[in-house]
């Protein structure tokens, strides 16, 4: 696919579920590379990896049984908001991570459980999503493909949550904010906190992450990081938003969802979830 994609020059384009290439009403498309049959629609699970295959629709995975506790269930919830039920059906998550914007409540999610992509560009490699989205452009546009987006497993008591808010509850986010780490005797550790909204891509809070790394989570300390949340951004003022309502709006959800993601550690961090797959071997994760 790489190699046809790259043969046929800037007019070749890929398809997977197509709700991005029809929508974007191109006019200069001569050929189609489709990638549907490539046996990439899976969920997986190898050793404390979580593998999904970049042709899974955001349907499957809304409708995956063994997902629906899975960090809290952030990513099923995520997947059901990005879009309504019919693109569901069609949209990809390889082609959520390849071309959505910077307010994808999906792909923020994907950013705070440190996802880690197989990427062919023509030889298979790992890559961070946070590399990816940083050099996205230039490397679609030389041919590179998703093949599969892996999600570690983490196994202490573990909490995430998701906070948003938009102009309806069902409309994209304006801003979203997710949060997730794992909690002991209350002091947190693979801290994550993802924002979108706010930049061309979701963006990670690296100051928030890295003032409530292997701390305790005191009200105070939390407050502290919070406001740190949005240092060095600068989002865009758009008819949905101005910059300085974002940057507000941020810092609101970030404390939002790092109280109900320690609310939950609390609650379910003795629980244990199974991870399944597709027939794989089986993978607990707290």
């Given at each position: 696919a790489v190699a046809l994609l790259r043969?046929?020059?800037?007019?070749t384009v890929a398809l997977a579920g197509g709700t991005a290439l029809v929508?974007?009403?191109?006019?200069?498309?001569?050929?189609?590379?489709?990638?549907?049959?490539?046996s990439l629609s899976y969920v997986?699970?190898?050793?404390?990896?979580?593998?999904?295959?970049?042709?899974?629709?955001?349907?499957q995975l809304v409708d995956h049984p063994e997902l629906q506790t899975l960090s809290s269930g952030v990513l099923v919830q995520t997947a059901e908001a990005e879009?309504?039920?019919n693109l569901r059906n069609a949209a990809t998550i390889g082609g959520t991570v390849a071309g959505a914007g910077g307010d994808s409540i999906l792909?923020?999610?994907?950013l705070a459980l440190d996802a880690q992509l197989t990427n062919y560009a023509p030889e298979s490699r790992?890559?961070?999503?946070?590399?990816?989205?940083?050099?996205?452009e230039r490397l679609l546009d030389d041919g590179a493909r998703i093949s599969e987006v892996r999600l570690p497993l983490l196994i202490g008591p573990l909490g995430a949550a998701v906070a948003s808010v938009g102009r309806t509850p069902r409309d994209r986010p304006i801003v979203c904010a997710i949060a997730r780490f794992e909690l002991a005797s209350e002091i947190a550790s693979n801290v994550r906190v993802a924002l979108g909204g706010m930049a061309v891509v979701p963006v990670r809070a690296n100051g928030t992450e890295q003032l409530l790394e292997r701390k305790v989570l005191s009200d105070e300390r939390v407050e502290a990081a919070v406001e740190m949340a949005t240092d060095g951004l600068a989002p865009r003022d758009d008819f949905r938003g101005s910059a300085e309502y974002r940057r507000k709006v941020a810092r609101i959800l970030a404390r939002r969802a790092l109280a109900l993601a320690r609310a939950r550690a609390q609650t379910w961090g003795s629980a244990v979830n199974t991870v399944k797959g597709d027939g794989d071997e089986d993978r607990t994760d707290d």
């Open positions: 043969q046929g020059g800037p007019n929508a974007s009403g191109r006019r200069d498309v001569e050929e189609v590379v489709d990638l549907r049959h490539l997986r699970v190898q050793g404390a990896t979580l593998c999904i295959g970049a042709t899974t629709t955001l349907q879009a309504g039920r792909l923020a999610t994907l790992q890559i961070p999503l946070a590399g990816f989205l940083a050099y996205r």
